[in-house]
């Protein structure tokens, strides 16, 4: 049974009611615990933008989740669930950090853009099985998707810890050597953990919204996405832009993948991502797929695990509680798109009417007529 998923523009009540539930039931799980509500959500705060430095590891947290939230995004508005933003991202940070082992000699200005393509060609290689099962096979790319994630985790690992282990390492961390010094990317602020890396990644939210609002490609990807018999009737390739945007989608999820390993862990490891595709595929669900939604998206979920650190560092409560909310905002998010998907919205209309009329009375004369 194939699955075409179409989403439509969220208002913001509905996210906004969304996260407030999901907060105001996090409180409550908090309170059942025997814990001060608003002393865990001051803490949330405080580590989230309490001080200079706080912002600067929000931001840190928020850099991924540009990449994977865009990556999302893109699948979205060309008709595609890519699902498998994870394993793409691992893929595309190990291909990535390879180069930047192995290509020592080379300077900076060379590496750095290389390692990107290099990330890139990775994930599009990553996201080609659940285009073909969409497009050739008639199937869902849901699943395949879904499942490459788990084999791009422990393939990345098996191939670390069997050919790529750096030297000296024990216990249960799988690691790389670290990349060339030159391919290290600086950070804008000295002393904070704000690197180029979200420069690159506002300029992929950049590059998103020109090539949806300004370019022709853009366009297709659209129609194709919202209405694939009038795209093809348009002279749109819709099967060629399934792919392509799968094939985009996976590129940005990789270029993320090695933007973390360049400006953040400077290798590839165990846990390299810790739900960055899931947490990305929240933000653009957020942002209802626009590129200034999705940025707001990142940012907020950027801001939520950095202030969950906090307040496990700082008080009893555990991280989790922040994975509570984000559930619940997800569950909440999804309902709201599912009854838009199966025409609830307009079945609720259309009862609305007739109950009005009843209340009303028949209709007389020419509007009894019609």
């Known amino acids: 049974m194939n699955f075409e998923f179409r989403q439509k523009p969220l208002q913001f009540r509905s996210v906004f009611t969304a996260i407030l539930i999901g907060i105001l039931i996090g409180a409550v799980i908090v309170l059942f615990c025997g814990?001060?509500?608003?002393?865990?959500?001051?803490?949330?705060?405080?580590?989230?933008?309490?001080?200079?430095?706080?912002?600067?590891?929000?931001?840190?947290?928020?850099?991924?989740?540009?990449?994977?939230?865009?990556?999302?995004?893109?699948?979205f508005r060309g008709g595609m669930f890519n699902f498998g933003i994870e394993?793409?991202?691992?893929?595309?940070?190990?291909?990535?950090?390879?180069?930047?082992?192995?290509?020592?000699?080379?300077?900076?200005i060379l590496l750095i853009p290389l390692m990107m393509v290099t990330g890139m060609a990775a994930g599009a290689i990553w996201a080609i099985i659940p285009a073909i099962v969409r497009v050739k096979l008639n199937g869902s790319e849901i699943v395949p998707a879904l499942m490459l994630n788990y084999t791009a985790?422990?393939?990345?690992?098996?191939?670390?810890?069997?050919?790529?282990?750096?030297?000296?390492?024990?216990?249960?961390?799988?690691?790389?050597?670290?990349?060339?010094?030159?391919?290290?990317?600086?950070?804008?602020?000295?002393?904070?953990?704000?690197?180029?890396?979200?420069?690159?990644?506002?300029?992929v939210v950049f590059l998103f919204w020109f090539l949806m609002k300004k370019s022709r490609l853009g366009y297709d990807i659209s129609m194709s996405g919202f209405n694939p018999e009038f795209a093809h009737y348009g002279g749109v390739s819709v099967?060629?832009?399934?792919?392509?945007?799968?094939?985009?989608?996976?590129?940005?999820?990789?270029?993320?993948?090695?933007?973390?390993?360049?400006?953040?862990?400077?290798?590839?490891e165990t846990e390299f991502s810790p739900a960055y595709g899931d947490d990305g595929i929240l933000a653009a669900l957020l942002g209802s797929s626009t590129p200034l939604g999705t940025m707001l998206g990142a940012f907020f979920m950027g801001f939520l695990k950095a202030g969950s650190l906090a307040v496990e560092r700082y008080t009893e409560v555990s991280r989790a509680f922040a994975t509570v909310i984000k559930g619940t905002i997800i569950c909440l998010v999804s309902a709201r798109m599912l009854s838009q998907y199966l025409g609830i919205d307009f079945l609720e209309g259309k009862l609305k009417d007739?109950?009005?009329?009843?209340?009303?009375?028949?209709?007389?004369?020419?509007?009894?007529?019609?």
């Open 153 to 203: 985790l422990h393939l990345t690992e098996y191939l670390v810890h069997w050919f790529f282990l750096a030297s000296g390492s024990h216990g249960d961390t799988l690691k790389t050597e670290e990349i060339a010094e030159q391919a290290k990317l600086l950070k804008i602020v000295p002393g904070y953990q704000i690197t180029y890396g979200l420069v690159i990644g506002l300029l």
């Open 35 to 75: 814990y001060n509500p608003v002393e865990i959500f001051g803490a949330l705060l405080r580590g989230a933008a309490g001080s200079a430095k706080n912002v600067a590891t929000s931001l840190r947290w928020t850099t991924p989740l540009l990449f994977t939230g865009i990556a999302a995004a893109l699948s």
């Open 239 to 268: 099967d060629k832009m399934r792919i392509a945007v799968m094939l985009l989608s996976g590129a940005v999820a990789g270029l993320g993948g090695a933007v973390e390993v360049m400006a953040v862990r400077w290798r590839y």
């Open 354 to 370: 007739r109950l009005s009329r009843r209340i009303k009375g028949p209709a007389k004369g020419k509007e009894a007529e019609q």
């Open 87 to 108: 394993g793409q991202l691992c893929m595309g940070g190990l291909a990535s950090t390879l180069v930047g082992v192995y290509a020592q000699n080379i300077p900076g």
